[in-house]
């Protein structure tokens, strides 16, 4: 497609339920990053993928959060046992190069609540 | 290691005057800005980006950011304010040496009638 899409662009989930929100970046996008903006909060990176290298996890805010991405597709973001707090929109952006000199594309998010 | 800091958190002015949303950044290498608009209940949008080119940036919808090496800043102003430009805008800094892109905290702008 011509933009990152993000599915579902809404979840409400109960608490201590497993969710996973989806990234399909733009095509040949090597570069994919996940960020968390919680209500009144800026945002909050969580992980990056760049091609077939290791992933940065530095921000994952903890063991219960893991995500995978399938070579230069297809991303995954999974939260297990959700908790309240981890209610916020989580907001996908792929970029051509390492360096984002093109700019990043983002998603329109998926608002997950989690009640 | 690089950081971002957005001096305010809320910027109200009123329509037809000017807009200036301040953004000063640290960076040990020769940084790459942006600056994002998000619109509420949408994405995030790419206003314009310095990348080590000219150092007065033009951007979509009036928008424009000066690099400024010794200030460290990276400031985005528009001549005139519109309705629609209310949103929450969004300055970011990388570097061709680490792969974060860091943003800051966020201004929004509110757009008085």
């Known amino acids: 497609g011509a933009g990152v899409s993000q599915s579902p662009s809404n979840k409400v989930t109960e608490k201590g339920k497993d969710v996973e929100l989806r990234c399909d970046p733009i095509s040949g996008h090597t570069a994919l990053y996940w960020y968390r903006q919680r209500l009144g909060q800026g945002l909050e990176f969580l992980i990056y993928f760049q091609g077939n290298s290791a992933p940065d996890k530095s921000g994952l805010p903890s063991d219960r959060f893991s995500a995978e991405r399938t070579g230069e597709s297809v991303s995954t973001l999974t939260i297990q046992r959700t908790q309240q707090e981890d209610s916020a929109v989580y907001l996908c952006?792929?970029?051509?190069?390492?360096?984002?000199?093109?700019?990043?594309?983002f998603g329109s998010g998926t608002r997950l609540t989690v009640v | 290691a690089q950081s971002v800091t957005q001096l305010d958190s809320h910027v109200s002015v009123s329509e037809g005057t000017p807009v200036l949303l301040r953004c000063n950044y640290s960076?040990?290498?020769?940084?790459?800005l942006f600056w994002y608009v998000q619109h509420p209940n949408k994405g995030l949008q790419l206003l314009l980006k310095y990348t080590s080119a000219a150092t007065l940036v033009k951007g979509i919808n009036g928008f424009e950011a000066e690099f400024k090496k010794s200030e460290t800043s990276f400031h985005l102003t528009k001549p005139s304010a519109h309705m629609s430009d209310a949103a929450e805008y969004f300055c970011v800094v990388t570097t061709n040496r680490d792969d974060k892109i860091i943003f800051g905290k966020g201004t929004r702008l509110h757009i008085l009638p």
């Open positions: 960076s040990s290498y020769s940084p790459s």
């Open positions: 952006a792929s970029s051509l190069s390492r360096t984002g000199n093109y700019g990043y594309t």
